[in-house]
């Protein structure tokens, strides 16, 4: 691809680590998400779920009314020494599977986080069709409290991606409706009311967009990644990851056109960007690409996991200035019981030019 060019960033120190695993093999464990609370203690949350596993291979956990055969959880771990090592600290029974949650990587200037997920996956809120739940910990991520819902006239479903902070436009939510659209909610109180959103991308023609993540590129200037769908071909045979970059002008956000990046497709994207200004997209297959431009061009990095199983839904932080861990989990979208164990790992590594 034209977009992609020769390296420039070093990746250095790299190392992979297991961070959970089922006891009752093979595991079931997917779907995370990753923060870092004000004393730099990293959380993350994933979802677990156990049942019969003498029964045949099924995605019967899918159906409410099958429900009450499994026990779907998320749980919840943190670490106070990088990655190192990992501590429980809490569990949530979930009303359905495949859980849509993400948290904002770095504390509001409160100390808050805030986390929204798709109400559908929670027991107390999976009546209110279609919206989005915020809530919000003040203690790092130990415990939560609920701020409010979200809900779009236009559309029945809304799944949650990722929320960033900025100082000018405050806090920016991206989510993706079942139509193939994406969209950002801005809150301009740290996540208890959201007054105002703007379409990022919109299905047209062959191409819808999904699962999009949102970084900052400079003040006031913000890039979304996502994942692309040809409506042609059977789904998950996507194209290249498209971008949007947008700024925020007087009057509101103001998105460009959908590119292709050039990137090849490969599931749920994460993106961000460093302290040093170097944008890092992780993609399922342990795909990492790199720019040193704000996007405009991309480097590819793929003997970085030579010899690792596939992963999916990775989630990228940077722990401290060019430190970045990885959180992934290993598998797929599988049946219960899963053809192989699906656990929670991890990839820890620096970066230079």
Not at 228 to 252: A, M, Q
Request: glycine fraction near 8%; include cysteine; hydrophobic fraction near 35%.
């Amino acid at each position: 691809m034209d977009a992609l060019r020769k390296k420039l960033v070093q990746t250095l120190d790299i190392e992979h680590k297991c961070i959970y695993g089922s006891a009752c093999k093979p595991g079931h464990n997917s779907w995370i998400s990753l923060w870092k609370s004000m004393d730099d203690r990293l959380f993350i949350s994933f979802q677990e779920m156990e049942g019969d596993r003498t029964r045949s291979p099924s995605y019967d956990f899918m159906d409410s009314a099958k429900r009450s055969s499994y026990d779907i959880r998320q749980r919840f771990f943190s670490s106070c020494d990088q990655g190192e090592s990992w501590t429980f600290e809490s569990d949530k029974e979930l009303f359905l599977p495949n859980l849509m949650f993400t948290a904002i990587k770095n504390p509001l200037p409160s100390g808050k986080i805030l986390s929204a997920y798709a109400s559908r996956n929670l027991k107390e809120f999976h009546e209110v069709k279609g919206a989005i739940i915020i809530t919000s910990s003040m203690d790092g991520g130990r415990t939560w409290s609920f701020e409010t819902s979200i809900k779009h006239p236009d559309y029945k479903s809304l799944n949650p991606t990722s929320i960033i902070y900025d100082k000018t436009a405050g806090v920016i939510l991206s989510a993706y409706t079942d139509s193939g659209d994406c969209l950002c909610f801005i809150s301009g109180d740290e996540g208890k009311s959201w007054d105002k959103n703007f379409t990022i991308a919109k299905a047209s023609g062959n191409l819808s967009f999904w699962e999009p993540t949102v970084t900052t590129i400079s003040d006031g200037t913000f890039m979304c990644i996502m994942r692309t769908h040809r409506e042609d071909i059977p789904k998950h045979n996507g194209i290249n990851y498209h971008k949007v970059i947008f700024t925020l002008g007087s009057e509101g956000f103001n998105p460009s056109l959908p590119e292709d990046t050039g990137i090849g497709f490969r599931g749920k994207p994460d993106i961000i960007k460093t302290s040093s200004g170097i944008l890092i997209l992780a993609a399922p297959g342990h795909l990492f690409v790199f720019s040193c431009d704000e996007g405009n061009t991309w480097e590819l990095h793929l003997d970085m996991l030579k010899g690792l199983s596939h992963n999916a839904d990775p989630t990228l932080i940077e722990m401290e200035p060019d430190r970045i861990l990885c959180g992934y989990f290993f598998g797929s979208d599988y049946p219960f019981p899963p053809p192989a164990d699906e656990y929670i790992g991890c990839t820890r590594f620096e970066i230079g030019v």
